[in-house]
């Protein structure tokens, strides 16, 4: 599989919409300018690794998601949790 800067940049310019943000608020809450935010949602640049954390963190996304646009089955995950909760719900009602 390879890295597509220019779905990297659709996903990074959906994920700044879907906030409300600019790209001028975005570039400034990311301490970067405002020609970087540009060509990074234009596909025309990249980030360092440091900024593609920073970016997960901000939008509460995986790296995964930014770079590759595959997404976490969080329902499946939630599923896992309740099950493994009533689980220890059942063990801790035996003791």
Same mark, same amino acid.
């Given at each position: /599989? #390879?890295?597509? $800067?220019?779905? +990297? ?11 409300? =943000?600019?790209? !001028? !608020? =975005?570039? !400034?809450?990311?301490? *970067?300018? &405002? @020609?970087?935010?540009?060509? /990074? !949602?234009?596909?025309?640049? $990249?980030?360092?690794? #440091? ?5 997960? %963190?901000?939008?509460?996304?995986? $790296? @995964? +998601? ?10 499946? @995950?939630?599923?896992?949790?309740? $099950? *493994? *909760? %009533? #689980?220890?719900?059942? *063990? %801790?009602?035996? &003791?």
């Amino acid at each position: /599989m #390879d890295f597509n $800067t220019e779905q +990297y940049g659709k996903r990074l310019r959906e994920l700044r919409q879907l906030r409300g =943000l600019t790209q !001028e !608020e =975005l570039a !400034e809450a990311l301490n *970067i300018s &405002l @020609d970087h935010m540009r060509k /990074m !949602e234009k596909g025309k640049r $990249t980030c360092s690794i #440091d900024l593609l954390v920073e970016i997960a %963190a901000f939008f509460y996304v995986s $790296t @995964d +998601y930014l770079l590759t646009g595959k997404t976490v089955n969080r329902a499946a @995950d939630r599923t896992k949790i309740l $099950t *493994i *909760i %009533a #689980d220890l719900s059942e *063990i %801790a009602k035996s &003791l």
